[in-house]
């Protein structure tokens, strides 16, 4: 088994929530029948053409259910290459995503992204929502760079490789 720290355990706990916290809000957005983000409310000409919205935001829960579980994947990372390096991969895709939505969304409430909506009418709910992502984006960006290195530890056999190991073993036999 690879070794975590608690740290990267927390980290993942922390990604897992923030996708959840994700999902939730979709599930609410769907409920309401509304495009968007907390905070951001689509604007009126996005609904012009669309779809079920519904279907849309459930869609997106789904997606958010999704990145919950690889992020609770990544808590405890397995020692098969296949397995482990599929949930990194995946988990660097989410990441982008993730964060390049946090940076969107953050140039819409300050004003130099007009093109993607006017700023939030309300600047608790938008701020909310911004930070619940950078934080989440975070989270995850600790436990990915954790499960990779519990690849390193798990080639190695420990955290310790055997030349510290000898050099420790020296060092106590000469005292």
């Known amino acids: ?8 355990q927390i980290a993942a706990v922390v990604a897992c929530a923030g996708a959840l916290a994700y999902t939730v809000s979709k599930v609410e957005l769907a409920l309401k ?5 907390p905070g951001f409310p689509a604007p009126p000409k996005s609904y ?6 519904t ?22 990372p397995i020692a098969n290459p296949f397995f482990r390096w599929g949930t990194v991969v995946v988990s660097w895709v989410g990441i982008a995503m993730v964060g390049a939505g946090v940076v969107g969304f ?15 009418p309300e600047a608790g709910p ?11 984006a975070a989270g995850w960006s ?5 499960a990779t290195r519990g690849r390193a530890r798990l080639r190695t056999g420990g955290e310790r490789s055997a030349t510290s190991s000898r050099s420790a073993a020296s060092a106590a036999s000469t005292c």
């Open 1 to 8: 088994m690879i070794k975590t720290t608690r740290t990267h």
């Open 33 to 37: 029948g509304e495009l968007g983000m």
């Open 48 to 53: 012009v053409g669309f779809g079920d919205v």
């Open 55 to 76: 279907a849309a935001q459930l869609g997106n829960a789904g997606l958010g259910l999704s990145m919950a579980v690889i992020a609770l994947l990544l808590l405890r």
């Open 106 to 120: 953050g140039a819409r409430a300050m004003g130099v992204a007009p093109s993607l909506g006017a700023p939030p």
């Open 126 to 136: 938008a701020m909310a929502a911004l930070l619940v992502g950078a934080v989440w």
């Open 142 to 146: 600790v436990a990915a760079v954790g």
